[in-house]
């Protein structure tokens, strides 16, 4: 991982390899690499869609080591859909397989003045690229297997779906799971936009030959991954309820809490949320011959994934996870487990972020469009966006378009990007951490939930202001830095509990790198992340009118708590004041 | 005009008026007016579609007196286009019978919470407010006749058609003119979303009853009057141009200049320009019956409008002006003068922004969902915004969210709304007031093709930057200034090179309101204007990053001239600098 890969698609006569050395980028892994590329290089004020903006795809500082979890790849450019930067990142295999390559990141820059695809094709031996339009149109799902066709099935995938040649502003990009499908996205922000404007429809990584990389203290490694490995099995959370139930087991606890937005955030409880449950889905998942515990890469001890059967037993897609039975469910007034699952299939197979499609489709819903608990009007408005008609660009455009399209007024959104799956004014400190990332609302980007809902990392009551501020903060520094280790964010659980299994997770930093790394250093590098990011949106036109809640989470009180959003806009401020 | 008429549309038990004086007010009129309500009245972040915002509609300082040319009207609001604050401003009748009335402004509150339609009806007995769902989806022009048939024809209305009912981002509001017409639009930044939010399809005025307002010097106002008139007659661009050719004169002399933006600001000379030229038009106008030098309100002696005919004599819309041939025309590569006159009608009757509509159809066949030049799809494209159809949401909110539906990177706005009828680059000064108005790209904002183009106050070369963040500032808070009386911007032609104008101008507001204002007094106005405005627009969330042309004006050279914009982002940013 000493090199980037960096491809001119707008260099005349075709695109442009070169390979450079990691050179001032040496250290950075995941997105603290994407967020230092997009930074000195990508002029903040560009057109997200144009040849000056740039799409990073970087594993993580651990990635394709035998560090448990490390199969997070981060993708970064200045996004389309907030206009500010953005990191999108995904499980699946290519983290590893491309750091087993020995890239450091993969860039793709520039423009093709004509309207083609390519694929294009990394492995031991070198990188080629071609033109392919056979490929137009194809879902994520056709793709892979006209790469496994080509290819063979040593290989992973990075591609994007229709939603992304169209450069549509909710559009993902799609990463192959260990069964090579498409499965695992780096949904947020229209990362899948930039690709597809730079003409870019696959990338596909064949890392035969290669071996894992080794650490400069090998024993040293060997034994702080088994520490680690301890320290998440015998973790509540991700030794039992995430292998049990998957993500999807936070639908009983949300809607318990009261923290589950239903109907477009007007309740924070889910009549039908017992039918959608992780629990409800594990069993639909053992019974119909699917997989309830099952891992997204290979290296992963928590398995929280699974595979969904449809009712007579086929695969239909990946056990569909908590924020996109969310997205999709309860936000909508779905109660329907099937159609959420055909939901997330077309998501996955079109190219298309589940939160922003459950969120948008929610605004339809609130638009009249389609009635609340529609389920097969939401399956038709999301097969409009992959048919790419009027009403498909629309809703493909996201939130906050569809909201300005129908001149819908309650549209929940924050820097133009959606919210995910826990009303703010019921857990407070998540109302920060959406008010004041950098990517807009992103319940990863300082899991609030945690610490307000779980009791995991203390307890700070989520109905309260108080405390929340703070939480947040030290939550967005220690995402950041996770984020640019590879590791699976799902790891924090463990971290913040126990103390040895963060240390463990440091001596592995060291034991790989030969470094001394202290946990001020950690936090100096999530810092360092965020004020990156920060700059890089304060140049981009974000002030700190930018950083709040859409207006009625302050005025409308929500059931059953019937709270508001307590923190003051002045408290918002004081974040990133460290 | 010492009252203010305010009514709540969000009341519970209905719509409750209440007329209040015009008290810390006073002394505004139009942009000063609207602007310091929704400055001091509006919170700056809140939801263009909300309760929160508020409509304002004020005539200026002389209308419904007997000066010349003060029938301009203010429409304020903070918009849904640009998500700052805005005046739109009109010409027509409303604003002579509205001042006659004794109102300084209407407001427009709240928001009602069921989707019913109301017709307000203003006269010297009082107000009445009426539910009439008989109205939904009417046209301008069928709404203005059934208010005819309800109230007679010695009314003037001030409405919207489905295009502000469905509160679409580029929907005006339609004023009439002396015909009792829907011609007359407050066109940009979306204004007939805000007012169709708030429930409100048409306020009907008839002012019978009341007389002219009275100065308070008589003679001395009579005699400023006179010699007012004297100086736009004898000006050869108000005396002359104008009434013969109308604003459509522009397009020979901007073709010429090479500064007529054509195919999406492609090129700076269309081919096409004789054909729809305005002396071409003129020309049909008067062969086929129809008239080609009129005034638009009672008390024009400019008389820059006019009525356009179809082919069999019939009236089709009132003459097309310069921006809205251009934006339909050149810009779109279209050159058939009857097939523009049909979309200047069918904006007019959708109730649309024909600038906003004329930059979107360019954006679309950027997109390539109709060819430059194609003016059947183009009707086609402005038909499906009436009806409402998907495609016709994306087109009705204007050319930014067309952009970002359609993956374009080439969309020429600022702060959301379409660059007018001058190519930024081949007149730098209106680059200047586009790039920095806090209106968004708005050339009536500071009006440099004057001074650049017509050689009107002097000459900057249109070419080089020298000269034109002065020329831009001067003409800025000229131009905030001369919005606050109601007089048409015309005006400016002569006030700008006859001091004798200005001071006559000067004298009448004098004359009138007993005052004695100086010319520094008119630049206090002005620049007290612009910081109000700029102080909303900053706590909305602007920053000096929003006060820049779309990048591309600065990469691509437009032909003939082959320059690009080449003031620097810090010169733009000394504009305000007074």
Known sequence: MDKI????????????????????????????????????????????????NKLVIAPGLLSGTRAAMSGRISIGCKSPLTGGIKEANAGGQPSQVLARLGYAAIVIEGKPEADDLYKVFINKDGIKIEKDNSLRMLGNYATVEKMKEEYGDKIACISIGPAGE????????ACTDMELRPTRHAGRGGVGAVIGSKGVKVIVIDDTGTTMREPKDHDRFIKANAR????????????????????????????????????????????????????????????????????????????????????????????????????????????DMDKIAMLDFLDDDIGLDTIEMGATVGVAMEAGLIKFGDADGAIELIKEVGKGTALGRIIGSGAAVTGKAFGVEKVPVVKGQALPAYDPRAVHGIGVTYATSPMGADHTAGYAVATNILKVGGFVDPLKPEGQIELSRNLQIATAAIDSTGMCLFIAFAVLDQPETFEALLEMLNAFYGLNLTPDDVVALGKNILTMERTFNRLAGFTNVHDRLPDFFKREAVPPHNVTFEIKDEELDTVFNW
Chains 1, 2 share one sequence.
Request: net charge negative.
């Open 5 to 52: 890969l960096r491809i001119n698609m707008g260099a005349k006569g075709g695109p442009e390899i070169s390979i450079t050395p990691i050179g001032e980028y040496a250290g950075l892994g995941g997105r603290g690499f994407t967020s230092a590329i997009i930074s000195k290089e990508v002029p903040p004020a560009c057109h997200p869609l144009s040849a000056f």
């Open 166 to 173: 169209m450069r549509l502003a909710a559009a993902s990009i």
């Open 228 to 335: 680690f490995i301890e320290g998440l099995r015998k973790h509540p959370v991700t030794g039992e309820a995430l292998p049990a139930y998957g993500t999807n087991v936070l639908t009983n606890i949300l809607n318990e809490a009261g923290g589950y937005p239903t109907y477009n955030f007007r309740e924070g409880r889910f009549a039908g949320a017992a039918k959608i449950s992780g629990e409800t889905e594990a069993a639909m998942e053992t019974e119909r011959g699917g997989l309830a515990t099952h891992g997204c890469h290979h290296g992963c001890v928590i398995r929280c994934s699974g595979i969904f059967h449809d009712k007579d037993g086929h695969y239909l897609t990946k056990q569909p996870e908590y924020e996109t039975v969310w997205a999709h469910g309860g936000n909508c007034g779905i109660d």
